[in-house]
């Protein structure tokens, strides 16, 4: 059985109209996304102008690559029943920060453009009447959840029979600084650590040396790092130097505790992963040409981020190494566009070159499909770049 999700449980980024188009929104739909709003955020508190929607299920295809045992917003589980699913997928979208602020953000334009709305005067009040009823929702939402850490259990089917199981601990974001949002999972790091491990061939972990240096740029929780020290001893790579790097201090700081929830120090008294503080912007000298591979998943969010990444990783892969560039494709949001800021940064001549002349270029491209149940609602996909020198 698979079911997507319509109506109140679709995430507002996928759902409500674009902001750009409120003005012009018919009085249905602008009441349709209300009434959804509505029991999304706010079900028990019924305002006198939204009635319950209807809940409409519609049937798609399952996904056929392997899906981790998490979720981002459904259950892995194809046996569940439908109303547990729903209330679970609900439950999840309710409490996303993202889409909280994206519901916020809609929610607060309308309010303030509805005299621009070519409706009748009583009808105007009524939808900011409804707006404003389900602002009020979010502070008791946010009392509630601010301070809530998640969990997160995850098993990667790999191309040996096995799983990879890693726990993950992901905090709540701290609303004042947008480089934290590290301290959570996102799709791409789920995607790519399932894919790394169906298929590590494709990605040339066979081949590493048995002392390989890896690093992970934005590694966040460091689900991406944990999974490959977990995967490689199994492909004969016993010591590889893997590191996970970021910018934010709170986030290293959590990926620390993930490394020794997967890796305690009873059992492993130096963890196979260690964690590191890193500007791409400044890389350091000390690890310039020291990588045969790269990793790094869903880590930009503004146009500098291609060109300052692909200069760290220029400066950071050894000359036969590899750099694998998951990036996440939204198409709604604040961030739409942004992952084509990727191959605009990878022009030839804006490409770094060695002292041998060659080019620090894309050299393969894949679109991976979204998968059911992971990443969130302005998710629409991913692409997968293979870069090095050539």
Same mark, same amino acid.
Request: contains cysteine; proline residues 6%; aromatic residues 6%.
């Given at each position: 059985?698979?079911?997507?999700?319509?109506?109140?449980?679709? =995430?507002?980024?996928?759902?409500? +109209?674009?902001?750009?188009?409120?003005?012009?929104?018919?009085?249905?739909?602008?009441?349709?996304?209300?009434?959804?709003?509505?029991?999304?955020?706010?079900?028990? *508190?019924?305002?006198?102008?939204?009635?319950?929607?209807?809940?409409? *299920? !519609?049937?798609?295809?399952?996904?056929?690559?392997?899906?981790?045992?998490?979720?981002?917003?459904?259950?892995?589980?194809?046996?569940?029943?439908?109303?547990?699913?729903? !209330?679970?997928?609900?439950?999840?979208?309710?409490?996303?920060?993202?889409?909280?602020?994206?519901?916020? !953000?809609?929610?607060?334009?309308?309010?303030?453009?509805?005299?621009?709305?070519?409706?009748?005067?009583?009808?105007?009040?009524?939808?900011?009447?409804?707006?404003?009823?389900?602002?009020?929702?979010?502070?008791?939402?946010?009392?509630?959840?601010?301070?809530?850490?998640?969990?997160?259990?995850?098993?990667?089917?790999?191309?040996?029979?096995?799983?990879?199981?890693?726990?993950?601990?992901?905090?709540?974001? &701290?609303?004042?600084?947008?480089?934290?949002?590290?301290? +959570?999972?996102?799709?791409?790091?789920?995607?790519?650590?399932?894919?790394?491990?169906? !298929?590590?061939?494709?990605?040339?972990?066979?081949?590493?040396?048995? &002392?390989?240096?890896?690093?992970?740029?934005?590694?966040?929780?460091?689900?991406?790092?944990?999974?490959?020290?977990?995967?490689?001893?199994?492909?004969?790579?016993?010591?590889?130097?893997? &590191?996970?790097?970021?910018?934010?201090?709170?986030?290293l700081q959590?990926? *620390?505790?993930?490394?020794?929830?997967?890796?305690?120090?009873?059992?492993?008294?130096?963890?196979?992963?260690?964690?590191?503080?890193?500007?791409?912007?400044?890389? =350091?000298?000390?690890?310039?040409?020291?990588?045969?591979?790269?990793?790094?998943?869903?880590?930009?969010?503004a146009p500098?981020?291609?060109?300052?990444? *692909?200069?760290?990783?220029?400066?950071?892969?050894?000359?036969?190494?590899?750099?694998?560039?998951?990036?996440?494709?939204?198409?709604?949001?604040?961030?739409?566009?942004?992952?084509?800021?990727?191959?605009?940064?990878?022009?030839?001549?804006?490409?770094?070159?060695?002292?041998?002349?060659?080019?620090?270029?894309?050299?393969?491209?894949?679109?991976?499909?979204?998968?059911?149940?992971?990443?969130?609602?302005?998710?629409?996909g991913y692409?997968?770049?293979?870069?090095?020198?050539?």
């Amino acid at each position: 059985m698979s079911v997507s999700l319509a109506g109140p449980c679709l =995430p507002p980024s996928s759902s409500l +109209q674009p902001i750009r188009n409120i003005v012009t929104s018919s009085e249905e739909s602008i009441t349709t996304a209300l009434r959804n709003l509505q029991t999304l955020y706010c079900p028990l *508190r019924l305002p006198t102008a939204i009635s319950n929607p209807i809940v409409r *299920r !519609k049937h798609i295809p399952a996904a056929s690559t392997p899906i981790p045992v998490d979720s981002g917003y459904a259950s892995h589980d194809e046996d569940e029943d439908d109303d547990a699913l729903l !209330k679970e997928v609900t439950a999840t979208i309710r409490t996303d920060p993202f889409e909280r602020a994206f519901a916020t !953000k809609w929610l607060t334009t309308l309010i303030g453009r509805a005299e621009e709305m070519d409706l009748d005067e009583s009808v105007r009040e009524r939808i900011v009447d409804d707006a404003a009823f389900i602002l009020t929702s979010f502070s008791d939402l946010s009392n509630e959840n601010e301070e809530t850490a998640l969990a997160r259990a995850f098993s990667f089917p790999t191309s040996s029979g096995h799983s990879i199981n890693i726990t993950l601990n992901d905090e709540p974001l &701290t609303g004042t600084d947008h480089t934290d949002v590290g301290l +959570q999972s996102w799709g791409a790091s789920i995607v790519l650590s399932s894919m790394l491990c169906a !298929k590590p061939e494709r990605f040339g972990l066979v081949h590493l040396p048995e &002392t390989a240096t890896l690093i992970e740029l934005g590694a966040g929780t460091g689900l991406v790092s944990l999974t490959l020290a977990k995967l490689l001893p199994g492909l004969g790579i016993a010591n590889a130097n893997i &590191t996970a790097t970021d910018y934010h201090s709170a986030v290293l700081q959590n990926c *620390r505790v993930n490394i020794k929830t997967n890796f305690p120090s009873a059992s492993y008294p130096t963890p196979p992963v260690d964690t590191a503080i890193l500007d791409w912007s400044q890389s =350091p000298a000390c690890l310039r040409s020291t990588s045969d591979l790269l990793v790094a998943s869903d880590v930009v969010y503004a146009p500098e981020h291609a060109a300052w990444l *692909r200069d760290c990783a220029a400066d950071l892969l050894a000359p036969r190494g590899t750099f694998w560039l998951m990036v996440t494709v939204r198409k709604t949001g604040k961030f739409e566009g942004i992952s084509d800021t990727v191959e605009a940064a990878f022009v030839s001549e804006q490409c770094p070159r060695d002292q041998g002349g060659r080019m620090f270029k894309i050299l393969e491209t894949e679109f991976v499909e979204k998968r059911r149940g992971i990443g969130r609602g302005d998710e629409s996909g991913y692409k997968l770049y293979k870069i090095g020198w050539a």
